[in-house]
């Protein structure tokens, strides 16, 4: 079965949001689509920073399409744009 690793850019709602907070409640929620492999913040102007966040998830028709559906259901979660998708055997 071969899986996806997509990097997603998660802009958070307001510049109060709690990244640290926000990525547990990202983890939780995408359980049944994905898992969260790793993540980070990037800072992106005037004191807003954004969750740049690797997730594995099977290769199946509809691509990422459930995993952003399931990130832009979370609380705290503005926008949502996949930088990169990548597959990965899981053959080696």
């Known amino acids: 079965m071969t899986k996806l690793v997509a990097r997603v850019k998660i802009l958070p709602a307001s510049i109060d949001v709690d990244l640290d907070k ?5 983890e939780e929620k995408v359980s049944t689509v994905a898992e969260l492999h790793s993540y980070y913040t990037e800072p992106i102007a005037f004191g807003l920073s954004a969750l740049i966040a690797d997730f594995l998830l099977e290769e199946k028709e509809g691509g990422t399409e459930p995993l952003e559906e399931a990130l832009k ?3 705290g979660v503005g926008e949502v744009d996949v930088i990169a998708v990548s597959r990965m055997s899981t053959k080696l």
Do not use: F, G
């Not at 926000?22 to 990202?26: F, I, S």
């Open 22 to 26: 926000l990525a547990e409640k990202v």
């Open 73 to 75: 259901s979370v609380e």
